[in-house]
Each structure stands twice: as C-alpha cells, then as structure tokens.
C-alpha cells in the first residue's frame, strides 16, 4: 500500500526520537523496565505518525498520557495536537456511544418480537456468536469499548496495518543491531 | 354476476378458518379494490360491496378510485368473502382461476387470498396495519398505484408474522398470480427475519400492477438501511480477510475469530520485540498462546503470559538450563526463531527443516500464535499442542 511505507517512515523517525530522549536519560534500568519503556515509545510513536486520524491512536496517546511519567515523552512525540483536543474527542466519542445505546434500547422495547418458531434459530445463535467475537475484538483494539459494531471494524482494521507496519520495523531493527553485533 | 354472489356465500358457509378478524376493513377495503384494479377487473367492486346484483363493467378506474377514496364504509360481507377466499385457497390445491382470463372470478379470488393473508397477519401486528391508513391517506390518485410500495412496507412488516399455512397458501397464489415476483416473495417471506432486513431498496414496478417487491428491492427506507449497513459490514470483512494472512473463511464468525487471533499475535510480537532489542542476557521470550486455535478466546490471558514472560527472561538472565526446565514444566517447549519465523509466515512448515524439539506439526497460521525473539542463542519458546 502507498501508505505503509510512508507509515513506516513516520514511524522510525519518531521512535527513534523516544529512544535519544531514554537513552540521553542517565538512568540505569534493569530489562523488563527497559523493554517496558522501549514498548511504550513504540507504541507512542507508531500512534502519533497516525496523526490521531483513528481512534485507537487516540486512545494510545491519552492512556499514555494519564501516567504522569510519561508526559514528556508523550509531549515530544505527538506534539501536534493539544491535549484539549484529545479529551474533547475522547468525551464525544464517550457521549455519542452513550446517547446511542440509550436510543437503541428505547426502541428495542418496541420492536421486541418474539423468536419464530425456530426458524430463526440459526440465526439468533450465528449473531450471538458474532457478538461475542466482537466484544473480544474491542477488548484487544485500544479503546474499543467505545464503539459500535460497525466501527470496531474499521478500527480493527487499521490498527491491525499499523501493527503490522510497526513489527517489521523493529524486526528490521533488531535484525539490523543484531548483525552490527 | 348474480351467481358469483351465491357462490361466495355458498362458500362462506363452508369456511373453515374462524380465525379470520374483523378488521380495519376501512383500509382493506380500499386496499382490495385497489388490488382489483391492479388486476383490470371489469367487476364493479361497489356494487358487489352494497350487495347489488348489477354489474358495471365499463366503469373506468379513475371513478372508481375517486368513489373510494371518498369515504368507503364496508360491509360484513367483505370480511365473509374474504374468509370465503381464503376457504377456497385452501380447499382447492388447483386453483381455480386463471391470470390471463382477468374475470371477475380470479380477481376476487386473488384479492380475497390476498387480503386474507394481510388480514391474517395484520391482526397480529397492528403497529403496521395503524401505518397504512396513513399510508393511504397521504397518497394521491398516482400515488396509490405504487403499489410495491405498499407491499414493500405489508411485507416488511407481516413477514415475520405469517405462519406458515398462510405461506402455503400465499405461495398457491403467488404461482400463479405473480410469477417470478411472488416466488421470490415468498422466498423472502420464508427467510426474512422479523424486522425489515428481508428487503432493500429498489425501483418499483409499473404502476396498476400489484407486485411484491423483490428481494433486494424493497423501498421500505428501514430495510434500504439495513441493506446498506450490512453491505458495508461485508466489504469490511472483505478488507480484513485480505489482510489476515492464511484464512480461507467466509463465514463472519469464523473470520473474526482469525482477526482476533492475528490482532493477539501482532501485538505478543511487538512486546517481544521491545525486549530483544536489549543488550545484555540472553534477549526474551514470550510465551505463546494455545495453538489450537479452536477455543473461544485464548486460555492464557496477558495477565498469565507477561507473568510466565518475565519468569523465564529471569532465569535465562541466570541460567540458561534452569529456564528451558521451567519452560517444559509449563508445557512450552524452545525452537530456531528462523523455524517460527518461517512457519508463521509460511502456509506450510518446512518439513526437512531442523528441528529441535518435537513440536507436532501445528498449524502455520497465526492461530499458532509462536512469538520469537532474537536472542542470544537463538531460541525461543512455543506451546507444544
């Protein structure tokens, strides 16, 4: 795809700008900190050179950014939009979601209709299955939960291209400092 | 004419279905004239309302219409006619009447059957039946003859509650009256669900001719959503099945299945690579999820694996032995991460590669879920299935 490698570029500058701002940082930190930090610039980064046009990259920036350990690797990286805008979006993504399940169950109690002599049986239980699976899916999406059905798979599927973008760079990466060592 | 009155009373006699309801015979008064000239009868439908023995058959539609809409108040013979029809559809399984002829037989036949099944199912939704007088009321001359419109929303609405007698019978009449239309009417009528999904959008048919929306063209605006929405669910999954590698499923269930498994393995795959880009011991490892592939959700949760993780990264910063023993203690077993690698991505696993360990030939998809991390030697850990 045309973007992914501009994604990856976006993706490599910023990360590697979170790592300068770790490795300029004297302290010394033993391995799972330093994998939890290099994780976290990762996922910053990869959410950031999204330039928060998905909702999950919002979401990423604004859990990373209620730990106040982070603000200023957070404050580096994105630096593009303001923190008023974040919770602004994460509030009407909260309140659209809320007026719409308030909807739906109002009308819900009109239209209930009594199963069909099992005729749609087949049915009742596919759709059950399908909304099991998605609830799983908006668990592993961040910020998932605030979604509709039909969302989350939009969703779902840019996040898993970014994912996907972010494993081949730090696999390059690490093959990369590997064979310099 | 004056016969065709005795045989319908005749037959009124013999019905058998007593659970045809009195009701909103306003509407379904109109509604069956107006179905009647969608058949061309010649049949003065008035007359026959009030009980007279004359017929009119020259009078043209447009009066007729007009004499309808000017306030029709029906009479208990309707409802016993279309009782009478509906007897008659289900007494006789060759049916008595012939489109082309266009006599008054067939058309009051036909109307009969079709208002019994309304009937029928209008007494089971009322919401519906309530929705047509406003129906007619708000439509013109022009409009009335849009009569898929009509049906469209009758359908949409009493799919869910026809039982299957009356399908039966709809589908005698149907095959005859309606063709092509009523067969995928009825078809549409045995699958759709309660709600409005049976239908989309569509154009209707010519005016002055009473057929059932298609499947796929109803012009009910709640089904043409329903169709949009689902249309673009499709194409979503569509999307995503390209983008998972190795699924070859179509049905939505299973194919979220492989979306949530992909999206599990791609971010176990981040994690491990955050620890191998470390210096120092022997890299990472990450433990995989079952490789079955087939349960509901993963029986390790993050919680459990981060757990297991830092366990065997501890060790193997001590010693390399005691962690592979912890690892087999826990049912994981260590291979070549350039084998995972391959075997991940790979459809099929090497089969004269080297193998370390005895791992049963799991599948390669991301079901499979084997993180590896460059490490100092080189291994890694999978669940042995």
């Known amino acids: ?181 | 004419m004056v016969n065709f009155i005795c045989w319908l009373l005749v037959y009124q006699k013999h019905q058998r279905k007593k659970n045809i309801l009195v009701l909103f015979v306003g509407f379904f008064s109109t509604f069956l004239i107006f179905f009647t000239f969608s058949q061309e009868s010649q049949m003065s439908l008035q007359d026959l309302r009030n009980d007279t023995t004359s017929f009119d058959p020259t009078v043209t539609h447009d009066d007729f219409l007009n004499q309808l809409l000017s306030g029709l108040q029906p009479t208990v013979s309707w409802s016993d006619i279309s009782a009478a029809g509906a007897g008659d559809g289900q007494n006789k399984p060759t049916l008595p009447w012939d489109v082309d002829h266009f006599d008054d037989h067939s058309a009051f036949l036909s109307s009969k059957l079709r208002q019994h099944q309304i009937t029928a199912a209008g007494a089971s939704n009322t919401l519906k039946s309530l929705q047509l007088p406003r129906d007619f009321a708000s439509a013109g001359d022009t409009a009335l003859f849009q009569n898929d419109v009509i049906d469209g929303s009758f359908f949409n609405g009493f799919a869910g509650s026809l039982t299957s007698g009356q399908i039966q019978q709809f589908r005698n009449l149907s095959a005859q009256n309606f063709g092509a239309p009523g067969a995928t009417a009825v078809s549409q009528v045995q699958t759709a669900s309660a709600t409005a999904g049976g239908g989309g959008g569509g154009t209707p048919s010519q005016p002055r001719q009473r057929v059932r929306a298609r499947r796929g063209q109803a012009t009910d605006p709640h089904s043409i959503a329903e169709r949009l929405r689902r249309e673009r669910i499709a194409e979503r999954m569509k999307a995503l099945q390209e983008l998972v590698p190795n699924t070859n499923k179509t049905d939505k269930a299973s194919m979220l299945d492989d979306i949530i498994d992909y999206v599990k393995f791609l971010q176990l795959q981040v994690k491990v690579l955050s620890m191998s880009r470390l210096r120092g011991a022997a890299g990472a490892t990450v433990a995989a999820k079952g490789g079955d592939g087939g349960g509901p959700a993963s029986s390790l949760n993050n919680d459990t694996t981060t757990v297991t993780e830092n366990q065997v990264v501890k060790l193997m910063e001590e010693d390399m032995g005691s962690a592979m023993q912890y690892l087999q203690g826990k049912g994981l077993c260590l291979m070549p991460i350039s084998l995972a690698t391959t075997i991940s991505t790979a459809r099929c696993h090497p089969s004269g590669s080297r193998i370390n360990h005895p791992f049963g030939g799991g599948p390669c998809s991301p079901n499979m879920s084997v993180l590896t991390v460059q490490s100092a030697n080189g291994v890694c850990v999978k669940d042995s299935p």
């Open chain 1, 1 to 181: 795809m045309h973007n992914s490698s501009q994604l990856k570029n976006e993706f490599i500058k910023r990360w590697v700008q979170g790592l300068h701002l770790y490795c300029s940082s004297k302290k010394e930190m033993n391995l799972l900190e330093r994998k939890k930090k290099i994780k976290l610039s990762a996922d910053i980064a990869l959410a950031s050179a999204r330039n928060s046009a998905t909702c999950w990259s919002k979401a990423i920036i604004s859990k990373a950014k209620k730990d106040e350990g982070n603000t200023n690797l957070v404050n580096n990286l994105s630096r593009l939009e303001s923190k008023l805008m974040y919770a602004h979006k994460k509030v009407t993504c909260h309140k659209r979601i809320r007026s719409k399940k308030i909807l739906m169950r109002s009308c819900g109690v009109g239209k209930k209709m009594k199963p069909r002599h099992g005729s749609n049986l087949p049915t009742c239980v596919a759709k059950r299955l399908v909304k099991k699976r998605t609830q799983v899916l908006k668990r592993l999406v961040p910020g998932g939960e605030s979604m509709d059905e039909y969302s989350i798979i939009k969703e779902a599927l840019d996040y898993m291209l970014s994912l996907r973008v972010q494993v081949d760079v730090m696999k390059n990466l690490v093959n990369a400092t590997t064979n310099l060592n």
